[in-house]
C-alpha cells in the first residue's frame, strides 16, 4: 500500500510520528526474536530495525523495553453477529485484547436486510480501531433447500461489494452448493477470479476425491477441520486450514496434532474463533485466547503468533496490509511482556493506542439506529397449537428421528425413539429426551413453520426460543410443550427479536435483540449476565446443557451434518432435501 | 480457479482423463513425500492420492513407479527476451527442462512497440505449453533520465493490461523511481491495489531505513539481492526475495547463506533466472539448473522444490492456479526419478506430455511475423567521426571516469583514468584498457547519441555492437577504435538488429535479431552457436571477458550502480542525472 508518509519518514525527509524502542521484535516472516526499533508513520509501519535516525524533536517515543512487539491478531473467520453484540461493542472486546483485523461476513444480518445491511454494519465498523475484511455471504439463502428470508444475497449483490475497500471474496462456499451445482454461487465464484478475491470455503468432513472435487471450485480456506486426519487430508490438497477455538466447537485440540505431532510445516495453519458468544470473548478472550490454547497444545509461541497474523493475512490475501510488523503495513501492533502466556499489555491500531492492560483506552459508541433496523419482525403471535406436529397416521406408537447433538461437536445427529400417536398428532416426550423445535418464518408474516423432534437438551418443562439462528435468522424454538413454546416466541416477537426462556405462560429470563433481531447494544458486561441469566433459566427447566442457546441458535444450518430444520421443514443434510422426521409405524 | 469437470471427476460423476499411478508425491504444502496418485481432468489436477475410483475404461493411467511427481517450474522473474529468442524458441527450451511457467514482463520489447509489443508477445505464447503470466513494466522509459525510444508505457497502458488474463501488477518498479517520486509510476502503483496485482521490486543494495520506505510503495518482492546480508534484511522487511543465479550473476551462493547458514524459514525465498542467454539455458539449464545449484549449496531438495514451486506462485499470488500437484491447479506436472540430482524425465503442461527425457515431444513453430516487426530501425549509417568524444579543452591530459565492470557482479563502477585531448577530442586508450562506448538512439532517426568510456573488455582492437540492450533497445556500441565501431554499427542497422564484432571495416561474426531488433527465430541450437561465434571474435580483439555481450548490452540501465550510458548521454546512478566522464584537467 503506497503511502507517501511513510516513504518520505525512511528517507529522511520527515521524523517519524512515533517510534517503538528497546522492545524485542517478533519477526514473523523469519521467526526470529530480536531487538529492533519500529517507526510509525501515520497508520503505517514506516520502518524496523534500527530507527533512531527518525525520531524528530516531535516524535513520541514509546518505551517498550522489556516488551515484545508482537503484530496485532487477525481473526480470519468469525460471525460477530453471533455474539449478539453490535460491531461497535464486539470491537470494544476483542481490540483490548490484541485483535485489530477480523474477517467476518456478516452473514448473520444478510438474510434480515441483504447487502444493505452488510453495509451498514462495515459503515458503523469504518471508525473503529478494528480493520474488517469481509467477504459477503457466497449466497443467501445459504440453505439447501431454502428457508423463508427477508433478503437474499447473489451475484448482483457481489458485484457491488466486491468494489468496496472492504471487499475480500465471497464466504462459506459450502460443499454442498458446489455438490448442488449452485448456478448463483458458480457465477459468484467467477466474479472473485475476475476480482482476484478469495473464494473463502466450508467442507466439514469433506476429504479424498470429495475434497479434490471441492478444492476445484477455487475454494481457498477451510474452517471445518474436525479431526487432525482431516486437517493434514485439507492441507495436503492446499487449503488454507483455520482451525476452529469456538464457544461450542473445541476442534483446535484434535486438529492441532497435524503439526504438533505429525509435525507438518504451519504455513498454511491458522486459527480462527468462528461462533463465539461474548461470556467467552470475556472470560476467556479472543484470538489471544486461542494463542494460548495452541501454545498449551505444545505449538511454540513464535509459531502460533504466526498462525493468526502472517498465515491468517495470507489466508485472506491480505499480507500487504496487516499481519506483520513490518514497513508498508498498518501499525497494528501489541506489545506482550511474556510470549509464552500471551497477555497483551497494550494494543496499537493504525498507529494509535488504543487498549492497555487488558482494558479499552478510547471510547467507542454505539451510532443511533435507524428505525427500520429495529423493527424487523411481521409475524403474527402464535397459539400452542399451531406447534404439534401433525400426522394422518391413526393412534398407536411411531418411530421416529429425533436429532440430538453429540457432546463437544456441534452436529445433529440420529437418534431412534418411539413417540405416541394421539388424536392425530405425534407427541414429544420429555420422560425420554424428546422436544418439540420448531422454526417460524419472521419477516413475511407468510405462516410458513415447522415442527420436529430434539433430544439431548433434557427439558422436563418450559421453553427456550430465539430469533439470532444461522442462517436464516427466524425464530427457533424448543419446547418440552407447546403452551410454553407460544410464550416465549410471542415474547421473541414482542421485543421484535431476542431469546427467552418460559415456563408455561411464564418468562423466565430474556434478552432483547433490537438490532434486525440478532444484535443488541448493552455493554458486553450486561451481555454476560444475560447469558448467564438465560442459562440459569434453561437450567431451571432441566436443561443440562452448559451453553443450551449455543446449540439451539444453528440447528437451521444445511451444511452440518445430519438433520437441520427450516421453517419450510425437516432436512436431511446427505440429500439436502425435506424428509419426515417420522420412519414407521411400530 | 473453477471446473466442472475436475468436480465431476472427482465426486464420481466421470472418469478423469488421465491418472498418474505408483509416483511418489512431492507434497510442497506438507514438505512431505508419499505414495499417492494423481486425477486430471481437462488441463485441472481433479484430486490427489487414492485417486483408484477415477479411473475408467478411456483412462490413461501413467505408470509413475520409481518416479516423483513434481509441479512444473515457475521462474518468477526472467526477461526473455535476453536470450534473443523468440518466446517460442524460449519455450521450446525451457519446458523441456521442466519450466511451465515465468513471470515475464517483456519489457524488452516494450520500448520498441510499447504496450502492442506485449500483447503481441503474449498472443503468441498463449498456445505454448508455458504458462505466462505478465506485469507489465512499471514504466517505459524505465531510465531516469530518459533515454529516447520508440514507445512508451504508463498507467494508461496499464489499465488496458490489467484487464488482460496474464496480468500480474507491474514489474521492476525500482526504488529510484520512488525516490524520485515518480507520478506515472505511483498511478500505475494505484492501479495494482485496485486490481489486487501484485507490485514487483528491483531494489539492488537497499537496506535498512531505505528498504522501509522502498516497501512503503507496496512492492512485494525484489530479486536484486546480492549478499546474504541484504537477503535476511528484505526477508525481515516482508519482501519474498527471488534469488537469482543469472548467466552473469551469481547471487545464489551467496544469498542462499541466509537460509544454509543463518537458517531462516523459506516461504518467502523463491530463485529466478532473470537475465540468462540461451548457452546457459542450453547448457546448463533454466530452473532445473538452478534447483540444482540450491542443493548444491546446501538446501534440502524439497525445499529447493519449495522455492521454485509453491512459493513462486505465492510471491507472484497465482498459488491458486500453479505452484502445487494439488486439485484445482493447472496439471504441469513433472516427473523426477533422483530428487538431488534433479532431472526432469518427463513434463506434463495443462495434463498434457510435452516433454521426456529433456526432448521436447510437441513442434513448437514460430508465427509468421508482421513486416512491422522486422523492420523497427529508423537510423541513419553512422561516420567512425559521429563516435570520437569532443572537448571544449585544449590539448593535454584529462582525468576521466572510466566504467569498468568487477568480477562476478555486474555493475558499472567507477575507474579514474588519465586519456590524452588531442584537437578537441579525448581519445580513448586500449594501452590501458579504455575502449570507446556509444549508445545511438534507433528509433526516430533523431541522431541522439553519445560516448563515454570503458574498461574491463580489455579491447585492443575492433568493437562489438548490440540492438538488443536493456531497457532501450537502442545500439550499444563498444570499440577500441571509431572505426571499428562505424562498421559494426552499420551492419546492426543493416540486419534491422543485431550483434556484430568487427574489426577496421571488416565483420568478424553476427547475430542478426530481426524481431523487433532484439530477436530471432532461429533454433536453440543455432542460437548458441552465434553466441559462441560472437564471443570467439570477441576473443580474437582481445576481449578476456568469458561473455562481452552479457556485459555489453546492460550499459543503458540506469537502475544499477554505479554509471549507465544512455543516448542522450552518461549518468551518474547516485543522483540520477547526466555528467561528464571528464573530471578534470591534469
Chains 1, 2 share one sequence.
Not at 184 to 209: M, N, Q, R, W, Y
Not at 424 to 442: K, N, Q
Request: charged residues 25%; hydrophobic residues 40%; contains cysteine.
Amino acid at each position: 500500500m503506497y503511502s507517501q508518509r511513510a516513504i518520505d519518514v525512511g528517507l529522511g525527509r520527515r521524523p517519524a510520528d512515533k517510534v517503538f524502542g528497546g522492545g524485542k521484535l517478533v519477526n514473523v516472516f523469519t521467526a526470529e526474536v530480536y531487538e529492533a526499533g519500529v517507526a510509525i508513520a501515520g497508520d503505517r509501519i514506516a520502518a524496523i530495525g534500527d530507527v533512531s535516525e527518525t525520531i524528530g524533536e516531535d516524535t513520541e517515543v514509546i518505551d517498550a523495553t522489556g516488551m515484545h512487539i508482537v503484530p496485532g491478531l487477525i481473526d480470519p473467520h468469525v460471525h460477530t453477529e453471533v455474539t449478539k453484540m453490535s460491531i461497535t461493542r464486539f470491537a470494544s472486546v476483542v481490540v483490548a485484547r490484541g485483535t485489530t483485523s477480523v474477517c467476518t461476513a456478516f452473514d448473520q444480518i444478510a438474510p434480515v436486510r441483504g447487502i444493505d445491511g452488510i453495509r451498514y454494519m462495515l459503515d458503523e465498523a469504518a471508525d473503529l480501531p478494528l480493520r474488517i475484511f469481509n467477504p459477503p455471504p457466497s449466497k443467501i439463502p445459504y440453505t439447501i433447500p431454502e428457508g423463508t428470508l427477508g433478503a437474499s444475497v447473489g451475484p448482483d449483490d457481489h458485484r457491488i461489494a466486491m468494489q468496496w475497500d472492504e471487499a475480500n471474496g465471497i464466504a462459506e462456499t459450502t460443499f454442498d452448493f458446489i455438490r448442488a451445482g449452485d448456478s448463483d454461487v458458480i457465477e459468484s465464484i467467477g466474479l472473485c477470479e475476475e476480482h482476484k478475491l478469495p473464494v473463502h470455503g466450508h467442507a466439514p468432513f469433506v476429504t479424498g476425491l470429495a475434497l479434490g472435487a471441492y478444492a476445484n471450485c477455487g475454494a481457498r480456506d477451510d474452517h471445518e477441520c474436525f479431526s487432525a486426519e482431516e486437517t493434514i487430508d485439507k492441507l495436503r490438497n492446499g487449503f488454507y486450514c483455520l482451525l476452529r477455538e469456538a464457544t461450542m466447537a473445541f476442534n483446535l485440540a484434535d486438529c492441532i496434532k497435524a503439526v504438533t505431532e505429525a509435525g507438518l510445516p504451519t504455513r498454511r495453519v491458522s486459527l480462527c474463533s468462528d461462533d463465539t458468544d461474548t461470556s467467552t470473548l470475556m472470560r476467556l478472550g479472543h484470538m489471544d485466547h486461542i494463542v494460548r490454547r495452541a501454545i498449551a497444545e505444545g505449538v511454540d509461541p513464535i509459531t502460533a503468533i504466526q498462525m493468526v497474523t502472517i498465515n491468517a493475512a495470507d489466508a485472506l490475501r491480505v499480507d500487504d496490509q496487516v499481519g506483520a510488523v513490518a514497513p508498508g503495513r498498518y501499525a497494528d501492533i501489541l506489545l506482550v511482556e511474556d510470549l509464552a502466556a500471551f497477555e497483551p499489555s497494550a494494543v496499537y491500531s493504525g498507529g494509535e493506542l488504543v487498549a492497555s492492560g487488558g482494558e479499552l483506552q478510547v471510547t467507542l459508541t454505539p451510532p443511533e439506529r435507524p428505525a427500520e433496523l429495529l423493527r424487523t419482525f411481521s409475524l403474527t403471535p402464535v397459539e400452542p397449537d399451531d406447534l404439534l406436529f401433525r400426522t394422518d397416521m391413526e393412534d398407536g406408537r411411531v418411530e421416529a428421528i429425533s436429532m440430538f447433538i453429540p457432546p463437544e461437536i456441534p452436529l445433529r445427529l440420529r437418534r431412534d425413539v418411539e413417540l405416541e400417536i394421539r388424536d392425530g398428532l405425534v407427541l414429544a416426550d420429555p420422560s425420554i429426551d424428546v422436544s418439540y423445535v420448531s422454526v417460524l418464518e419472521r419477516y413475511n408474516d407468510t405462516g410458513s413453520r415447522s415442527t420436529a423432534f430434539m433430544s439431548g437438551f433434557s427439558l422436563s418443562d418450559g421453553a427456550l426460543a430465539t430469533s439470532l439462528s444461522p442462517d436464516d435468522e427466524n425464530v427457533v424454538c424448543i419446547g418440552a410443550n407447546t403452551e410454553s413454546m407460544a410464550t416465549a416466541i410471542n415474547r421473541v416477537i414482542e421485543l421484535n427479536g431476542g431469546q427467552v426462556v418460559a415456563r408455561g405462560d411464564e418468562v423466565l429470563a430474556e434478552l432483547p435483540l433490537p438490532l434486525a433481531g440478532i444484535m443488541s447494544d448493552i455493554s458486553p458486561a450486561e451481555m454476560v449476565e444475560a447469558e448467564d441469566r438465560l442459562i440459569a433459566a434453561a437450567g431451571e427447566l432441566g436443561c443440562g446443557l452448559a451453553n443450551p442457546f449455543m446449540w439451539l441458535i444453528f440447528l437451521p444450518i444445511t451444511a452440518i451434518p445430519q438433520y437441520a430444520l427450516l421453517d419450510r421443514g425437516f432436512v436431511e443434510q446427505a440429500t439436502l432435501s425435506f424428509c419426515s422426521p417420522l420412519v414407521r409405524r411400530v
